[in-house]
């Protein structure tokens, strides 16, 4: 079962938002459960854990950006939908991970094709089984793609930076480089290739990731890193 969150401090806006997402889940074939909320405050006292999250931005007290990133700190994955009237807004959801947005009013048009993208990336997280494989002396090992947060170089040493910890082997990062898909890794330093899937945020200097981790990048790279995190971010968008 998929749980929803609604939470809008507006109740007519929030019954509106329910009534046509209610609408539009009579497209797909599975039992979901939605539960509303009235604050950010609410939500986040709520010891229930959403598979997504439909969030207002402009609220009394705490707002949903200061609301997504107390989510986020505590490694909670749920796909956000921000719903907003600014548009300016939209740029801060980059640093909460957002999925998507919508704008005020919002449109069952629109809900629908997110519902629809939503259900895709959960079928790919789902199913993801890409790997590489890395040689450590005899040993050959399988390393799920999903799992790797960044690649490091340190003199000859490869050191893999995963969800479980790390793993080093002699390689170059050249080879490294053309082992991994570039849809969703990037070469964001001479050192350093990012799993774009754990990029939080970034500067002109550095990239920090979900697990608040940050690492080095390029001045020179700045540009291209931008263009294509913008285009990996879209791959949740419509």
Do not use: W
Not at 25 to 42: A, M, Q, V
Not at 170 to 183: F, G, L, Q, T
């Amino acid at each position: 079962m998929f749980k929803i969150a609604i939470c809008d401090d507006e109740i007519l806006q929030r019954l509106d938002t329910t009534n046509k997402l209610k609408n539009v889940l009579k497209h797909f074939n599975f039992d979901y459960e939605i539960e509303e909320f009235n604050s950010g405050e609410n939500l986040l006292y709520s010891k229930s854990y959403f598979d997504i999250i439909f969030l207002d931005i402009k609220m009394n007290k705490l707002s949903g950006i200061d609301t997504a990133k107390k989510l986020r700190e505590n490694n909670n994955n749920s796909k956000i939908i921000f719903i907003t009237s600014f548009k300016e807004y939209v740029f801060e959801a980059f640093d909460v991970s957002a999925f998507h947005y919508l704008i005020k009013p919002v449109c069952e048009e629109n809900i629908l094709k997110i519902i629809d993208r939503i259900l895709k990336s959960f079928k790919e997280e789902k199913n993801s089984d890409l790997y590489i494989v890395i040689t450590k002396g005899r040993q050959a090992i399988k390393i799920l793609l999903n799992n790797i947060y960044f690649f490091e170089m340190q003199n000859r040493i490869v050191i893999i930076h995963t969800t479980n910890g790390t793993i080093q082997y002699y390689d170059k990062i050249s080879n490294v480089e053309e082992k991994v898909p570039e849809r969703d890794f990037f070469r964001c330093h001479r050192s350093y290739i990012v799993n774009l899937k754990y990029v939080m945020k970034f500067d002109k200097s550095s990239i920090t990731l979900d697990n608040n981790e940050k690492i080095m990048l390029s001045q020179s790279k700045y540009d291209d890193f931008s263009k294509a995190f913008l285009i990996y971010l879209k791959k949740g968008q419509v």
